[in-house]
């Protein structure tokens, strides 16, 4: 499978685990360098799936950072994952952005993950973008309000703009706005996010 053939792209998100600046509400519970640990390992745990989908469903991975450098990423990732730093703005911006930067290369699927989710498998992976054959947008709402994963098969801008980052509201105010553009949603399984101290005993 050549790079020229892959039409699909999966794009993780994530931070560089710098101690004090990630996953910050846990450091109550993990203090900064467990925090940190906890990040590295999601990242990685994530990758490593993401790598396990490439197996047996052609997509381009991506990872998409925030904080660190391109240098730092190399050095913890390998200088073979394709990584790049996030745009400028909020979530929805920059998520916007990458969406559009994919959808300009050329593909004609486009997922976005995080790394916070460890029930997140490459079966839930590899049907996102079977669904993206049928509908408009996937998504894997996450027990918060929010989601673990947003696929399109073209960029709306829209879905990204006017929604409360953050909040048990997103997931929500994502699928009204879906809902009024007359958009075709599938849904993946309900999954839990790693945020905070007490999600820790799942």
């Not at 509201?169 to 009204?176: A, D, I, L, W």
């Amino acid at each position: 499978m050549t790079p020229a053939t892959v039409k699909e792209s999966l794009i993780i998100f994530t931070r560089y685990p710098e101690p004090g600046k990630t996953k910050t509400r846990m450091i109550p519970a993990l203090g900064e360098e467990g925090a940190a640990n906890l990040q590295r390992q999601m990242a990685e745990n994530t990758l490593a799936k993401a790598k396990k989908l490439q197996e047996f469903h052609p997509v381009s991975v991506e990872i998409h950072f925030a904080g660190g450098n391109q240098q730092l990423m190399e050095l913890w990732l390998g200088a073979d994952v394709i990584c790049r730093q996030q745009s400028e703005g909020d979530l929805g911006e920059r998520m916007a952005s990458a969406f559009e930067r994919s959808f300009a290369a050329g593909m004609t699927g486009v997922v976005i993950i995080g790394t916070d989710c460890p029930d997140l498998d490459t079966q839930i992976m590899s049907e996102a973008f079977q669904c993206l054959e049928a509908h408009d947008l996937v998504l894997g709402p996450a027990q918060d309000g929010g989601y673990y994963l947003i696929g399109l098969r073209r960029l709306i801008p829209e879905l990204f703009v006017g929604i409360n980052w953050g909040t048990s509201q997103v997931r929500q105010q994502t699928v009204k706005i879906a809902d009024n553009l007359g958009l075709a949603i599938a849904f993946e399984p309900m999954l839990h996010d790693i945020d905070r101290p007490e999600d820790l005993s799942r």
